[in-house]
Structures are given as structure tokens and as C-alpha cells.
């Protein structure tokens, strides 16, 4: 038997929950920014200077998620993966952003530690050292659970914090975050006019916490 193409999800995690969000040759899932990502050879790249404007976000709402996908960086390519966002505004600050970033690139070497691949952009760090040499397929997991965010990329945890505790004297970039604590929103890729590339995109949707403590009950 062949094996299953990239963006298929495994049955394993069929199992589990899991769905395909982008199906490898189109972007029926998606809206937005439709010309600068493009579906190829089963992968969504990202050519910038294509003409189109603005981020690409997924048509459905989600609150509570298990998102797994892979993602190839060029030198120095910077992006992120909006969450819980509307359509409208810098998903940074009007939502939550997971820095997608060459953390290798000269140009980055003096950022804050919030502003690395996997933070939540402004708000908190991610430990940095685990990406894969930049031309190299990286595998990333983001678990949002209410206030609490995780980020597995090529099996560490780089990110396991509390939005609600890392504000509690105020955004440690000192700037408005009005949309931190939306409940739910589109996922998106933010381009920032950069080339990449990601594939085997799946999301699973979970039972917010609120209804898992009622049902304990």
C-alpha cells in the first residue's frame, strides 16, 4: 500500500479527534489572503510578493484546540500562527500570536525573549534551541486550553504558561492586548512578506474547561 499523502490525517489520531484543516490542493477550509498562499505539491506555500493582502484564516470559529502541522523556514522568514482571532486587526494584539520565526537570523539576534519562535508574541517566552536547521521540516504542536497555552515543536515543550499569570502586573511588552482572552476565533497564518512552507495541517477540538469541571459535578 502507498503510504497516505502528507496532509491526510492518520487513523490513529482520526481516533483521537483530529481532522484535516487543509486538505493539500485547495483552500476550501480557509479565507483571507488567497493569492500569497498558495496549495502546492500538498503543501501551502507562502509567496508574499504574489499581490495578495492581509493573513490567511481558517472559515471556522475555534475556542478550545490540539493543533498539530509542519512548517519549512527560509532564511530569516518570519510569520505566526494567529489564534482565537477575528478578521480584522493585528492578530498580536487583537487576538494571540505564536511566533512562527528563524530564530537563527542575524537580524533577530536582538529581540526580546517574548518575540522567538513559539512565543506568545508580547506576552510569553519560549525556550529557543529546538527549531531544525532552517530548510528542514519542523513538527509543532499548540494546545489552548482557556488561559493555558502550550507548544510542542520536534517533541519539547518550549511553551507551557497561563496568559492570565503572565499579565498579572500588566503585558510584559508593556502594549494593549484587547483580544488575549477572546474564547474563540479563526486560526490564521500571519505573513509578514516572508517565504515558507507548511503542510500535514489537523486540529482537534476540545471540550472547554468550564464544561469539563460542571460535568465532574
Given amino acids: 500500500l502507498a503510504p497516505d499523502p502528507i496532509y491526510q490525517v492518520s487513523e490513529q489520531e482520526k481516533m483521537e479527534g483530529f481532522e484535516t484543516m487543509f486538505d493539500g490542493s485547495s483552500l476550501f477550509n480557509w479565507q483571507g489572503n488567497t493569492i500569497d498562499y498558495v496549495p502546492e505539491n500538498g503543501e501551502l506555500a507562502i509567496y508574499p510578493k504574489r499581490g495578495g493582502k492581509g ?11 490540539h493543533m498539530k502541522f509542519e512548517f519549512q523556514l527560509t532564511p530569516g522568514a518570519n510569520n505566526g500562527l494567529g489564534i482565537r482571532a477575528p478578521l480584522e486587526g493585528d492578530a498580536a494584539y487583537v487576538a494571540m500570536e505564536l511566533q512562527i520565526l528563524d530564530n537563527t537570523a542575524p537580524i533577530y539576534a536582538k529581540l526580546q525573549p517574548y518575540q522567538y519562535h513559539g512565543s506568545v508574541y508580547g506576552i510569553i517566552p519560549a525556550k529557543q534551541g529546538f527549531l531544525k536547521p532552517v530548510g528542514e521540516w519542523n513538527q509543532q504542536e499548540v494546545i489552548a486550553e482557556g488561559n493555558h497555552i502550550k507548544v510542542i515543536l520536534n517533541g519539547e515543550v518550549i511553551l507551557d504558561g497561563d496568559i492570565a499569570e503572565a499579565t498579572k502586573g500588566g503585558t510584559p511588552d508593556h502594549k494593549e492586548h484587547p483580544g488575549l482572552f477572546n474564547p474563540k476565533g479563526h486560526i ?3 505573513g509578514h512578506g516572508n517565504e515558507l512552507k507548511f503542510r500535514n495541517i489537523r486540529v482537534k477540538e476540545l471540550v472547554p474547561v468550564e464544561t469539563k469541571s460542571k460535568k465532574r459535578k
Fill in 55 to 65: 493573513n490567511l484564516y481558517t472559515k471556522k470559529e475555534y475556542g478550545d484546540f
Fill in 188 to 190: 490564521g497564518f500571519l
